[in-house]
């Protein structure tokens, strides 16, 4: 079945350090999307790429860097000048045209050491 | 700047109907769609509705009026499963960038 993978399911990050949150599909989509939620919020969007080698900064991207090397993987990192990093990361694709909605990962949970 | 508006949260009882209500204001609009997501899961899509009007799937209809930048998703015949957040979404004048609202928490009840 095709669908998009994020890994790990829980991260925890030290003071100072950079993490990579992995994002994989296999949906042939071109589009992919970074979003962050915090508790009792909505989804705030990070990055976003819509084709292969490109991609553009979202509403809260300080902080935080992407690549889109390949059309299946859109990672994530998270650097150590994203201060206050604890939340629920959630990876999406979609189509890239049209009206077709997105489809996400189960997420990534990153919190604190 | 965009912004969207539902409620919080809403507590129904199980059989009834419940209406969430999504206000927009974005730059360019090309159609709202909501999503349902579980505690700790992964949103999923629920309906979408690009042109005026009532769109209806299963026990779910979701409805549009452009004009009053407003939407709504209705629920009946409500299902314990039904509880979760759901979140109302624009796609943007980004045709690839879309905005979601804060979500709205239905807590159905035996």
């Known amino acids: 079945d095709g669908g998009i993978t994020q890994s790990p399911k829980y991260l925890f990050r030290k003071e100072g350090q950079n993490v990579t949150l992995s994002c994989e599909q296999n949906?042939?989509?071109?589009?992919m999307y970074w979003y962050r939620q915090d508790p009792g919020q909505g989804l705030r969007l990070i990055y976003y790429?819509?084709?292969?080698?490109?991609?553009q900064k979202g509403d809260i991207a300080e902080g935080y860097s992407v690549s889109r090397e390949k059309k299946e993987s859109f990672p994530l990192t998270v650097t150590s000048a994203q201060k206050n990093p604890t939340a629920f990361y959630l990876c999406a694709s979609n189509v890239g045209e049209g009206n077709q909605p997105q489809h996400f990962g189960d997420g990534t949970r990153l919190s604190i050491l | 700047g965009q912004s969207l508006e539902q409620p919080s949260e809403v507590t129904a009882v199980e059989g009834a109907i419940v209406q969430i209500n999504c206000t927009y204001q974005?730059?360019?609009?090309?159609?709202l769609s909501w999503y349902q997501q579980h505690d700790g899961g992964a949103p999923t899509f629920l309906s979408y509705?690009?042109?005026?009007g009532l769109e209806e799937t299963g026990r779910f209809s979701s409805f549009l009026s452009r004009s009053d930048s407003y939407g709504y998703l209705l629920l009946q015949e409500l299902q314990m499963k039904d509880s979760a957040s759901y979140f109302c979404?624009?796609?943007?004048?980004?045709?690839?960038?879309?905005?979601f609202g804060s979500g709205t928490k239905l807590n159905v009840k035996p």
């Open positions: 974005t730059s360019g609009f090309y159609g």
């Open positions: 509705n690009g042109l005026d």
């Open positions: 790429s819509q084709i292969v080698n490109d991609f």
């Open positions: 949906l042939n989509h071109d589009a």
């Open positions: 979404a624009v796609r943007g004048n980004n045709f690839n960038k879309f905005y």
